[in-house]
């Protein structure tokens, strides 16, 4: 099966996220993006969101995970967002990139990328 891709592109959102004790109290930009792997025929077909993978519902739960949450890495982060786009069954791969803008001396902004699917559940 050919799967479609859903881009969320340059989500930033502030939240804690660090080590650092300023980290710990001073929000923070984060920059998120997310490819999502989805089979979109039927939306297509029916063109009703019931057949869609929202991807506003999606991204308001990163939001609000980001803001509520206080993670002490990104490595942390970026697993759990993964886990945000993985909780829609439609979605069957993501690959999710969180970058700290300014958090490196003469670097724009540092960051991880994973990929995770559905097979590394064993689903």
Do not use: F
């Not at 050919?2 to 001073?26: A, F, K, M, W, Y």
């Not at 029916?46 to 890495?73: C, F, W």
């Not at 970026?78 to 069957?92: G, H, N, P, T, Y």
């Amino acid at each position: 099966m050919q799967l479609d891709r859903i881009q969320i592109t340059d989500l930033v959102v502030s939240g804690i996220i660090g080590i650092n004790p300023d980290e710990r109290v001073n929000k923070q930009d984060v920059r998120i993006n997310a490819t999502l792997w989805v089979d979109t025929p039927d939306a297509a077909i029916s063109d009703d969101i019931v057949d869609a993978v929202n991807y506003r519902t999606i991204t308001k739960t990163i939001v609000g995970h980001i803001e509520q949450g206080e993670p002490m890495l990104v490595e942390r982060l970026v697993s759990e967002i993964a886990d945000i786009c993985l909780c829609d069954q439609r979605v069957q791969k993501v690959e999710v990139t969180v970058e700290k803008p300014g958090a490196l001396r003469y670097a724009r902004s540092v960051g991880i990328t994973i990929t995770r699917s559905r097979v590394d559940d064993g689903a």
